[in-house]
């Protein structure tokens, strides 16, 4: 079942969709359905793409497609000028367009040894289409130890918010509750071995019981000056 906000941001998309074939931006759906944030859009269509309602098209930040129609039986919405859904939608092709969503910048992470990793309230606008399902955050790279990896000092990661991690992920991992680094995730027996990606740089190895997974690297974010 949907949510009385799920339902009404679908039937919002589908009278675009029908109207003109061009996906609604995420400030007009924020609009439409009295959000104050995207983020919350953001998460909305999230929801929509894990239960089969919606599918955002590859490499195209506005793009969206219904896939089905919700249960006829559900709350009314309540935008006036959002007509119900009369059938599943076509397939139709979208025209892409730039959306972009802020997430919270927490400041600087290593990319050499642990630094303290600062936490701020400051916004970083992100392209919607590199931000996949889940919470994200940002964080500034410090250090040249992860440049093998395309990771250079002055990049902004891209986090998705997980406390657990597959082998050979990127991560951000807090050392000790305090120092926060950004390296590739690796399990040697009882111990956690964070590796860079510089030959310069040798692997850091934890107790496991000293290190926590705060997130997993999901993109980047790179200014040229």
Do not use: W
């Amino acid at each position: 079942m949907l949510t009385a906000k799920q339902h009404e941001l679908l039937h919002f998309i589908q009278q675009r969709l029908d109207a003109s074939g061009i996906s609604p931006s995420f400030e007009e759906m924020k609009e439409a359905l009295g959000l104050k944030s995207k983020s919350g859009i953001h998460r909305l269509i999230s929801a929509l793409e894990e239960r089969g309602f919606l599918r955002r098209l590859p490499n195209r930040a506005r793009a969206l497609e219904v896939l089905k129609a919700p249960e006829a039986a559900r709350t009314p919405v309540r935008n006036d000028n959002v007509v119900p859904l009369r059938k599943p939608a076509p397939a139709l092709k979208p025209i892409a367009a730039n959306d972009v969503i802020e997430v919270p910048l927490h400041g600087k992470i290593a990319a050499g040894v642990p630094i303290e990793a600062f936490e701020d309230h400051n916004q970083l606008a992100v392209p919607a289409a590199l931000l996949g399902a889940g919470e994200h955050y940002a964080l500034e790279v410090s250090g040249d130890s992860m440049v093998e990896a395309g990771i250079f000092d002055g990049d902004y990661a891209l986090i998705q918010k997980a406390s657990t991690a597959r082998e050979g992920d990127i991560v951000v991992a807090l050392v000790d509750g305090q120092d926060a680094t950004l390296k590739y995730f690796r399990r040697e027996g009882k111990m956690i071995r964070l590796d860079p990606a510089n030959s310069a740089y040798e692997p850091q190895r934890y107790e496991a019981e000293r290190v926590m997974v705060q997130g997993r690297l999901s993109g980047l974010l790179r200014r040229y000056h």
